[in-house]
């Protein structure tokens, strides 16, 4: 952290944005600062700390519940309204990161901001169709998750824009959620496996259906092949069979390994049985 030549603590995520976009030095954001870090180029000279923004709520604006950028893993554990929503899943997901003190200091805004393998909430906010405020040159832009780790977003996290906070529809409110990590301790940063189980059922028939998988690449997917089986169906053993058969496929193909297959298939037939 020799180079580090200019440290700001600005309290508008516009002043912070100027920060990051000031040609003068090579920038970057930094929240909790439990990755940035460890990970820290040679040529960064100038952090741009982010603690001083107003973006650390969880909130509900419309039907839709609101997690700010810089909202810690405790904060997210601790709120009622996150343990409300969803079965409680955004809350337990938090609770499986680490040790409380990095939970203390680690945001979800750090969390998301790059791709990354081991982290939590990527697989979490995939499953439940999450939305991305991001700030960049040209204005505010409102994004799916699943958009943000793809080319197409021109834009890079923390160096040339800022997330401002993270959206969860309203719609997944009532789910049925489940998130399981599959590591060696409950500590261990390096999971075998994520794994985000979302399900909506009227009238004893599937409306939707979520499997993400994380921890197999740095960007979780969803078992899409398996989610649509279920989709529209009633919850009986052919179409369980079926859909356990399309998810040992979804896996394969993103060569998990017989291993981390049989974990990710008991897990995800654990929670459909228990739907039934
Ligand atoms: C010992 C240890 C154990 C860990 N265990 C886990 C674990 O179990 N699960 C897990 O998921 N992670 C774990 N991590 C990783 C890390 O703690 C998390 O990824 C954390 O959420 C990062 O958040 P942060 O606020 O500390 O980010 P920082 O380290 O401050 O930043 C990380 C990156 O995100 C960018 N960034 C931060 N905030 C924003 C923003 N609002 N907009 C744009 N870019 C931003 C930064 O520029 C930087 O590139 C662990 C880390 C350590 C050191």
């Known amino acids: 952290m020799n180079h580090i030549k200019y440290y700001s603590f600005p309290e508008t995520p516009g002043a912070a944005l100027a920060g990051l976009l000031n040609r003068k030095t090579e920038a970057m954001a930094v ?46 554990d601790n709120s009622k309204l996150a343990k409300r929503w969803a079965g409680g899943v955004i809350s337990a997901a938090a609770a499986r990161c680490s040790s409380q003190l990095i939970r203390n200091m680690a945001t979800i805004g750090g969390n998301i901001a790059r791709p990354h393998s081991f982290n939590i909430f990527p697989a979490v906010l995939l499953g439940l ?22 080319p197409e977003f021109r834009f890079r996290p923390g160096r040339d824009s800022l997330i401002l906070e993270i959206i969860i529809p309203g719609k997944t409110r009532n789910w049925a959620c489940r998130f399981e990590k599959f590591a060696k301790t409950e500590a261990s940063w390096e999971a075998y496996l ?9 009238a004893g028939v599937v409306k939707e259906l979520r499997v993400a998988v994380g921890a197999l690449s740095p960007r979780p997917f969803r078992a899409e092949s398996a989610e649509r089986v279920l989709s529209g169906a009633k919850l009986a053993p052919v179409s369980i069979d079926a859909a356990v058969l399309e998810l040992g496929r979804d896996l394969d193909a993103a060569r998990a390994g017989e291993f981390k297959k049989e974990v990710a298939v008991s897990l995800f037939k654990r929670f459909i049985k228990e739907r039934v």
Request: avoid cysteine; charge should be positive; proline fraction near 4%.
């Open 194 to 202: 994520t794994l985000f189980m979302g399900i909506w059922m009227k």
């Open 31 to 76: 929240a909790g600062g439990t990755l940035a870090a460890k990970t820290l180029p040679e040529t960064v000279e100038n952090f741009v700390d982010l603690k001083n923004l107003p973006l650390g709520y969880v909130k509900k604006r419309g039907g839709d519940l609101v997690i700010g950028a810089t909202a810690t893993f405790d904060a997210i």
């Open 129 to 150: 169709d999450a939305k991305v405020r991001v700030l960049t040159k040209t204005g505010v832009k409102t994004i799916p998750f699943s958009a943000l780790y793809q």
